[in-house]
């Protein structure tokens, strides 16, 4: 049996089908590893310069990989960390329920709804043709939206990602689509984000 509980509902929904592919699972992982992955996580606070003008990074971020190679997005270099305990268990979860296997994750730490992520996409070389995300909240609902690229006719697309919940986008899903984690002056709460990828 799991030591951390991790495994709940399987269940899932399909969130976007069209010029890739998004899937939800709530009820994903239990909350239990919260305060274990608050403390074991190397939180950093890095800063970014933008039309001239530095500013903090709107959360707290730290990056892990088997293979010791660092991560840049941003024009920001993200020293590596090894998998440690909790976040290795969650790794090794995701691969036996879901069959792929991550050897990287970009956690963040949203600490309120002043902590935000700005529109992007994830499609940095090093991560491959066809990036595999998955994403796991733990903490503060937060809303999250997908805006297609070039295609006016499609709606943004948004969602509540969940305490516990699971977000797998793969395919070209991020040729196609931006997303976002929108400010949120309502939301008082921490939610901690893991972004497990394959570099």
Known sequence: MDQFGLFGNIESEEIITTDGQCTYYPNFISHATYDELYEEINWRQDQITLFGKTHNVPRLHAWYNDNNDSYTYSKIKLPVNSFESHLAQIR??????????????????????NDYAAIHADDEAELGENP??????????????????????????????EDCSLLLMKGSLQHYWKHELPRSKKIKDPRINLTFRQL
């Open 132 to 161: 595999i995300i998955a994403s796991v909240s733990i903490g503060a609902k937060r809303k999250f939206v997908f805006k297609h690229k070039t295609n006016k006719g499609l709606d943004k697309v948004s969602l509540d990602l």
């Open 92 to 113: 090794e979860t995701i691969a036996t329920k879901l069959g792929i296997y991550f050897n990287s994750c970009l956690c963040n730490l949203y600490r309120d709804g």
